[in-house]
């Protein structure tokens, strides 16, 4: 218990159908906004979050952390609970820890995790409607692990970087990165220092080209030596985009657990 200022993190989920992304918008139809006015609800006071990594509109996450500081006094389950019931079903905090002074939900990740699930099937599928992205054509998953593999390690990634994108650099790390189908579902997941706007999106934009045949898997590795996001394929749907971790090897937080939809979960495993 704290009865001054105190830093508190929290472990979001949610489901971005209905919202236009995470960060606070003059609509007020963000994830940020509805948690913000959620936190305010319960703590009666203004609450200002920041997060780990800004979600676009329609991208889902299983582990966003955010931060806030506030001096209204709760347990750390009051927290999760007494906020839930101010959210609607589509937001959910999943865990609560008072945290030190120099944790920020941003600056002290050292890894984030995304995962894109694609669902190859010859006619749509309604439970995996915006959950999903679809392709109809016949993927050669082969294909697509072969050209992804180029992706690993610490390269320039201009070409898959969204024109709006505001880092100063566009080099990123990508540690580990795994393809994996089960039945009609095929999940692209990375796990990397940071991303770029749109990079993963873009990355699997091309990864799906390849697998339609329609590009080698050489051009992989091409695309990305030119660093040139002019040359790049077309951005994929947000449908299918999951944050599925963030890593914080100075801070110790709860065990973040994979809660996903079904095969998902398995997927994830």
């Not at 309604?126 to 109809?136: D, T």
């Not at 039945?183 to 692209?188: A, E, K, P, T």
Request: glycine share 8%; charged share 20%; net charge neutral.
């Amino acid at each position: 218990m704290f009865a001054c200022m105190a830093r508190v993190a929290l472990g979001i989920s949610y489901d971005g159908r209905p919202w236009q992304g995470w960060q606070k918008q003059p609509h007020r139809q963000t994830v940020q906004d509805t948690l913000e006015q959620a936190l305010a609800s319960f703590a009666a006071t203004t609450v200002e979050t920041t997060c780990a990594g800004r979600t676009d509109t329609g991208v889902h996450a299983l582990g966003q952390v955010v931060h806030f500081d506030c001096d209204s006094v709760r347990t750390e389950e009051s927290w999760v609970r007494g906020v839930n019931a101010h959210l609607p079903d589509t937001i959910s905090v999943q865990w609560a820890q008072y945290v030190k002074d120099d944790f920020h939900a941003r600056f002290s990740a050292a890894a984030r995790a995304y995962t894109y699930v694609l669902l190859n099937s010859r006619v749509r599928q309604p439970l995996w409607a915006g959950r999903a992205g679809w392709v109809f054509q016949p993927l050669d998953v082969q294909a697509i692990k072969q050209a992804a593999q180029c992706l690993l390690g610490e390269h320039d990634f201009s070409s898959f970087r969204s024109s709006q994108c505001q880092a100063k650099s566009p080099v990123r790390t990508i540690t580990e990165l795994s393809v994996l189908q089960k039945d009609h579902l095929i999940f692209v997941s990375l796990h990397g220092n940071a991303f770029l706007h749109h990079m993963v999106r873009n990355i699997v934009g091309a990864l799906v080209q390849i697998g339609q045949g329609r590009q080698a898997p050489e051009f992989m590795a091409e695309l990305l030596a030119l660093k040139d996001r002019t040359k790049g394929s077309p951005t994929f749907a947000p449908d299918g985009l999951y944050l599925t971790d963030v890593s914080y090897p100075n801070f110790t937080l709860p065990q973040r657990r994979r809660v996903g939809l079904g095969l998902f979960e398995l997927g994830l495993e």
